[in-house]
């Protein structure tokens, strides 16, 4: 008897699955951490004079491969490496420091101390579910870069670009597997990581990698 195999689901009903579940999750999430947030945006507002929200430009998704309209005014803009986006932060540095596009240390003299104690847990990320919402990112998928950052390790790296072939996430594969980069090198062992996602990609992935940020935001823990 002919043995029937199951076909594995296209790349599309794939897309469908992962991006349900990623704003399932992220809508559940916001509900639960809206208590938090408050406190959060209080402290912000009490702390430093300056807006609670730091919103920055990132790159996002690169529909370049899409078919119809969208595509074909994508092509007659500049190549930026994909569609650019204002990521949602609490923000943690003082108001008014210049915000030229480098890589941000863990000890920057900018950071105020609530800031500090935000980024220690990763909750300055929380208002990033509304980008979630918005269909800016997924929970899960490559951290997005700022415009000109992007287009230098573009340069260098020479897959860096296509990352941009899933939608950016506040977690993934090389946030729980490495801690913060601050080299060219560093980024290369996070982009393997990225590309290596986005071959395995499914919805049980994306779980998988959510469980396993949680004791990287507790405890700083990563997976090696």
């Known amino acids: 008897?002919?043995?029937?195999?199951?076909?594995?689901?296209?790349?599309?009903?794939?897309?469908?699955?992962?991006?349900?579940?990623?704003?399932?999750?992220?809508?559940?999430?916001?509900?639960?951490?809206?208590?938090?947030?408050?406190?959060?945006?209080?402290?912000?507002?009490?702390?430093?004079?300056?807006?609670?929200?730091?919103?920055?430009?990132?790159?996002?998704?690169?529909?370049?491969?899409?078919?119809?309209?969208?595509?074909?005014?994508?092509?007659?803009?500049?190549?930026?490496?994909?569609?650019?986006?204002?990521?949602?932060?609490?923000?943690?540095?003082?108001?008014?420091?210049?915000?030229?596009?480098?890589?941000?240390?863990?000890?920057?003299?900018?950071?105020?101390?609530?800031?500090?104690?935000?980024?220690?847990?990763?909750?300055?990320?929380l208002p990033q579910f509304f980008n979630v919402l918005k269909g800016d990112m997924n929970i899960v998928g490559p951290r997005p870069e700022q415009p000109a950052i992007f287009a230098d390790l573009r340069e260098e790296l020479l897959d860096y670009s296509a990352r941009q072939r899933v939608l950016p996430g506040i977690t993934g594969l090389a946030q729980v597997h490495l801690g913060y980069d601050s080299d060219v090198a560093g980024v290369q062992r996070k982009v393997e990581l990225d590309l290596e996602y986005i071959r395995r990609r499914s919805a049980a992935e994306d779980l998988a990698i959510m469980a396993r940020t949680v004791p990287v935001i507790v405890f700083g823990k990563v997976w090696m």
Request: hydrophobic share 40%.
């Open 1 to 125: 008897m002919e043995l029937l195999t199951r076909r594995p689901p296209s790349p599309q009903t794939r897309d469908r699955v992962c991006r349900a579940l990623n704003v399932a999750v992220a809508s559940l999430a916001l509900l639960l951490t809206a208590p938090l947030m408050i406190v959060l945006a209080a402290l912000v507002k009490l702390t430093s004079p300056g807006p609670v929200i730091f919103k920055q430009a990132r790159v996002g998704l690169d529909r370049r491969g899409s078919r119809g309209p969208e595509a074909e005014n994508h092509r007659r803009r500049s190549d930026r490496g994909g569609r650019i986006f204002m990521i949602y932060k609490f923000r943690t540095m003082r108001h008014g420091h210049s915000q030229a596009q480098v890589w941000a240390t863990r000890d920057d003299p900018r950071i105020t101390v609530v800031g500090r104690f935000m980024r220690q847990f990763r909750l300055d990320e």
